[in-house]
């Protein structure tokens, strides 16, 4: 009976600490560790220890209280910027190290942010909606938290831009459509809610394609950073672009095809689509129920690293959310390679490579296996089928999901969104059964190669950025090398490797097994630390008249 | 599949496409359609095999 009680009370505890924070619940405790009397065991344990340190083990906020990055390069080799770098390219780590030595205050990287905003939107038009006003105010609540000593974590007073395709509450979300230009959400998207109690400051809402598949017909679209008559990417080009170019410090974005590593490789960033289920998509605006992500955008490994952690988790108002819980990824970047294998695929992702594309692809082999990595070649015979399968099953399911919103409101669609989606109307179910068997194959080849390697690094893309026109007219496919995790659902990261020579970025991409985002992040960051690729700076000189 | 068959079919769908949204998505589906059967999986994953054997004649009662 005392027993009981004791467990009922710990039970008690354990379950006001999940309501309050993310999911801890007896029966995931269970599954972890096996029976309910080791839940027993584990829980007697809290007592001892502390129930704030169990806690601290969902809660991104509170894990950071205790961890001062500035010890990480001891741990992970991080180098750091100097503090005299320009506070509008600094990556979160940087930022959050002179917050916490109160060399600069969140109100004063918002402002510079702002003003930059104001002097190159007019050409990038990288946001849809900017929160001058409410960013300002969380800049200065920010302000007094960590002057007062009550920082929440590393990224707390840093600002953020979401894509318009994940809810905002009080802040308009269009997803870029006629059909939503008025959507003023009641709550946020979970992911927004997470960074936020994460203590980041919402600056905008980003750019993007209607319904991540369409144009950008309304707001304009967002131009390259690197040359302003080049294609930005899509459908997260808005996100990218801004960070790349540094209108904003870290940006989120969504997924489906490549909409977050396409931009990233462009416009020469990081952007991680996270394993499907790891990040919840309550309140994406959806586009593919089984393929879409939301992952961090940023300008370090580093970066990604912290915001998925602070994004990931279950989540009970997405029934695809996993229960898993999410590593501190930062804790296990570390500078060298060895004991890692890495699998360079023969098929497809080498194939058709512009020669600039493939010398800085071939030379980031190299520097990875310099880093201690072993690489091997693996054979995936199925990845160069995979366009129409992916193609037909994002509109086959866009209908799906859209069904209802275009019966009512089609003309309201763009042109290319509404053609996009309702042809997913009009496919045969045989067409649809072979293109779902296709990817089951494609599913168990990719498994398979896993079995043998860690990772596995491609181009991210087999171009650079091509003029705007040619997206206009002949549209190359931007979903070439990105499209075939998620079909699988396997994690998958985009870093710069390298520019061409007219000086446009090219993309690196690193997939994992899923749910190892760590190994991803390993992989990503060792090779960001033995290269200087991800410190340029778009030339952006001042306003084009 | 042709532009009357899709016709038909959005308005069944209660769809408001004009001839020009359907003319694109006839493409779209044909290109998609015509790829998809070239990439069909090899004999083990099909009924092919039976089929070299021949369609045995359907058994007549009576």
Redesign the interface.
């Known amino acids: 009976m005392c027993k009981f009680a004791t467990f009922t009370r710990f039970s008690s505890l354990i379950i006001t600490a999940s309501a309050a924070g993310r999911l801890l619940s007896i029966d995931l405790v269970a599954d972890l560790t096996g029976s309910y009397a080791r839940v027993y065991v584990l829980l007697a344990l809290l007592a001892v220890s502390g129930v704030a340190v169990f806690f601290s083990l969902r809660h991104p906020a509170t894990t950071w209280l205790k961890r001062d990055l500035l010890h990480l390069p001891s741990q992970g080799g991080l180098r750091v910027n100097e503090p005299t770098d320009d506070l509008l390219f600094l990556p979160i780590i940087d930022l959050h190290r002179l917050f916490m030595a109160r060399r600069v205050s969140p109100v004063e990287v918002v402002r510079s942010l702002l003003e930059r905003l104001d002097a190159f939107e007019p050409q990038l038009r990288t946001h849809i909606t900017i929160c001058i006003d409410d960013a300002l105010e969380a800049a200065r609540v920010a302000e007094r938290e960590l002057i007062a000593g009550r920082a929440l974590g590393p990224l707390h007073g840093i600002p953020v831009s979401h894509k318009d395709n994940l809810w905002t509450a009080g802040v308009r979300t269009t997803a870029h459509s006629r059909t939503f230009i008025d959507h003023v959400p009641t709550e946020d998207a979970t992911a927004v809610r997470r960074l936020t109690e994460a203590g980041m400051i919402l600056l905008g809402k980003t750019n993007t394609t209607e319904f991540a598949c369409g144009d950008m017909h309304i707001f304009g679209h967002t131009p390259n950073p690197w040359d302003l008559s080049r294609y930005s990417g899509a459908s997260s080009a808005g996100s990218a672009s801004a960070v790349a170019a540094g209108l904003t410090t870290a940006a989120t974005g969504s997924d489906t095809g490549g909409s977050i590593r396409a931009p990233a490789s462009l416009c020469g960033m990081i952007g991680v689509k996270p394993t499907y289920g790891r990040v919840s998509r309550f309140g994406l605006v959806p586009l593919s129920w089984s393929m879409d992500n939301v992952g961090p955008m940023t300008r370090t490994v580093a970066d990604a690293a912290l915001m998925l952690h602070a994004m990931g988790g279950w989540d009970r108002q997405d029934p695809t959310s996993d229960r898993r819980l999410v590593p501190i990824f930062i804790e296990v970047l570390t500078p060298r390679l060895e004991g890692i294998t890495i699998g360079v695929p023969v098929d497809h992702f080498y194939d058709g490579l512009t020669s600039d594309v493939n010398g800085a692809v071939q030379e980031a082999l190299r520097t990875l296996e310099s880093l201690g990595a072993n690489l091997v070649p693996i054979r995936l015979p199925s990845a160069g089928n995979l366009a129409e399968v992916g193609n037909l099953l994002v509109k086959w399911e866009a209908f799906a999901l859209h069904a209802t919103l275009l019966r009512a409101q089609a003309p309201r669609y763009g042109p290319k969104a509404r053609r996009n989606i309702a042809a997913g109307a009009f496919f045969s179910s045989g067409d649809v059964a072979l293109a779902q068997q296709l990817r089951t194959q494609w599913a168990y080849e990719l498994e398979l190669a896993f079995e043998e390697v860690d990772a596995i690094v491609t181009p991210t893309l087999p171009f650079t950025a091509f003029p705007w026109e040619t997206w206009v007219s002949a549209p190359p496919d931007t979903s070439w090398g990105t499209r075939h995790f998620n079909l699988t659902g396997h994690p998958a990261l985009s870093q710069p490797c390298g520019f061409d020579r007219d000086g446009l970025p090219i993309g690196l991409q690193v997939v994992a097994k899923r749910f190892d985002e760590a190994a991803m992040f390993r992989v990503a960051h060792a090779y960001e630390q033995a290269t200087e690729w991800h410190r340029r700076r778009p030339p952006l000189t001042g306003p084009v008249a | 599949?042709d532009l009357s068959y899709?016709r038909a079919?959005?308005k069944r769908?209660?769809?408001?496409?004009d001839d020009h949204?359907l003319s694109?998505?006839?493409a779209?589906?044909h290109?998609?359609?015509t790829?998809?059967?070239v990439?069909?999986?090899d004999d083990s994953?099909t009924l092919e095999p039976a089929l070299r054997f021949g369609v045995p004649e359907p058994e007549r009662e009576g």
Do not use: G, N, Q, Y
Request: proline fraction near 4%.
């Open positions: 599949m899709l079919e959005a769908l209660e769809l408001e496409l949204d694109i998505i006839l779209l589906v290109r998609t359609s790829r998809l059967l990439l069909r999986p994953m």
